[in-house]
């Protein structure tokens, strides 16, 4: 049974309940009048719908309902605004409209529970990758809109959760912990690990640092959608990318799937000879160029900042 005071007994309830019931009810997914009688609002101030007047009061012009209508349509204007902003490429490729839709429906079905805005987005390629089938069903371009692709076969709504999937990855990455202001590993760090030492290296990746797989080449068009290009949407092909932070500018690298394979191990806490021996195993790899190429890689990850320190050297 709840303690939420009565209405007649108003005048002795904590300004904090009021506004805590007050939040209760404007952000209610499914709108006011429902919120009104959820059992969140309820557990602050039982109040019945019919009488919300003795807790709001109305306006010339407008119902308590009403007013408190406008606040829930503020709240949510926000939020779909916020939202634009944690994935602007995704709202260029989909249109203002279209995405305040699927934004909108995502807050009814993941609506936000956190005291902060970084966590709106972070369901968002989930709700896209869920919706899948939905968004077929809605894309009138198609000869039989009805029809679901099987999960194997990849089409535009795919193309879009990948797209949100990078986009969230920049908000964590930026929102996230990084290195600035501290030492990464150095040069003459890595000069003091003799050549024989190497392949019982494990190293410790800066705690910004992300990795992706994708089913399409998001990255590079992402790229020239901030550079005011108007690509075409990609056809599916297998994409990697890497995500870190550098005095507090998120930086992406297109990666090869080797390349990806060996920085996954190395992430996973690997040695450097086990990594490189895992990425060694990819199919049709040339060992010689393999070989030559590793020296660059580890140079260019350096250079960019993806490893903050030796964390060990295993016995051989």
Same mark, same amino acid.
């Given at each position: 049974?709840?303690?939420?005071?009565?209405?007649?007994?108003?005048?002795?309830?904590?300004?904090?309940?009021?506004?805590?019931?007050?939040?209760?009810?404007?952000?209610?997914?499914?709108?006011? @009048?429902?919120? $009104? !009688?959820? /059992? *969140?609002?309820?557990?602050? =101030?039982?109040?019945?719908?019919?009488?919300?007047? %003795? #807790?709001?009061?109305?306006?010339?012009?407008?119902?308590?309902?009403?007013?408190?209508?406008?606040?829930?349509?503020?709240?949510?204007?926000?939020?779909?605004?916020?939202?634009?902003?944690?994935?602007?490429?995704?709202?260029?490729?989909?249109?203002?409209?279209?995405?305040?839709?699927?934004?909108?429906?995502?807050?009814?079905?993941?609506?936000?529970?956190?005291?902060?805005?970084?966590?709106?987005?972070?369901?968002?390629?989930?709700?896209?990758?869920?919706?899948?089938?939905?968004?077929?069903?809605?894309?009138?371009?198609?000869?039989?809109?009805?029809?679901?692709?099987? @999960?194997?076969? $990849? !089409?535009? /709504? *795919?193309?879009?959760?990948? =797209?949100?999937?990078?986009?969230?990855?920049?908000? %964590? #990455?930026?929102?996230?912990?990084?290195?600035?202001?501290?030492?990464?590993?150095?040069?003459?760090?890595?000069?003091?690990?003799?050549?024989?030492?190497?392949?019982?290296?494990?190293?410790?990746?800066?705690?910004?640092?992300?990795?992706?797989?994708?089913?399409?080449?998001?990255?590079?068009?992402?790229?020239?959608?901030?550079?005011?290009?108007?690509?075409?949407?990609?056809?599916?092909?297998?994409?990697?990318?890497?995500?870190?932070?550098?005095?507090?500018?998120?930086?992406?690298?297109?990666?090869?799937?080797?390349?990806?394979?060996?920085?996954?191990?190395?992430?996973?806490?690997?040695?450097? !000879?086990?990594?490189?021996?895992?990425?060694? =195993?990819?199919?049709?790899?040339?060992?010689?160029?393999?070989?030559?190429?590793?020296?660059?890689?580890?140079?260019?990850?350096?250079?960019?900042?993806?490893?903050?320190?030796?964390?060990?050297?295993?016995?051989?």
């Amino acid at each position: 049974m709840s303690d939420a005071p009565e209405p007649d007994s108003l005048s002795d309830t904590p300004l904090s309940a009021v506004q805590r019931w007050m939040q209760a009810v404007i952000s209610h997914p499914e709108g006011v @009048e429902s919120g $009104l !009688g959820s /059992p *969140d609002a309820r557990e602050h =101030l039982s109040v019945d719908p019919s009488q919300v007047e %003795q #807790v709001i009061s109305p306006s010339q012009a407008q119902t308590s309902v009403e007013r408190l209508a406008i606040y829930a349509n503020a709240y949510y204007a926000r939020l779909l605004e916020c939202l634009g902003e944690e994935f602007p490429v995704l709202k260029q490729t989909l249109g203002d409209e279209t995405f305040d839709a699927f934004a909108f429906a995502y807050l009814q079905t993941y609506p936000s529970r956190s005291y902060t805005l970084n966590k709106l987005g972070e369901n968002f390629p989930r709700f896209l990758r869920e919706t899948r089938g939905e968004a077929y069903a809605d894309d009138e371009s198609s000869t039989d809109a009805a029809a679901v692709p099987p @999960e194997d076969v $990849l !089409g535009w /709504p *795919d193309f879009l959760v990948d =797209l949100a999937t990078l986009e969230w990855t920049f908000t %964590q #990455v930026f929102d996230g912990p990084g290195v600035e202001g501290q030492p990464l590993l150095s040069a003459e760090q890595i000069r003091a690990i003799g050549p024989e030492a190497w392949p019982n290296v494990r190293l410790e990746m800066v705690p910004c640092f992300r990795l992706i797989a994708l089913r399409f080449p998001v990255n590079a068009y992402y790229a020239a959608m901030r550079r005011g290009e108007k690509p075409d949407l990609p056809a599916s092909a297998p994409s990697w990318v890497a995500v870190t932070r550098r005095d507090y500018v998120v930086r992406r690298h297109d990666l090869t799937e080797q390349q990806f394979t060996l920085l996954s191990a190395l992430a996973a806490g690997e040695t450097v !000879g086990a990594a490189i021996e895992r990425a060694a =195993l990819q199919p049709d790899t040339d060992v010689g160029q393999f070989a030559k190429d590793l020296s660059l890689w580890f140079l260019d990850w350096n250079i960019n900042g993806f490893f903050w320190c030796v964390l060990a050297q295993d016995a051989e």
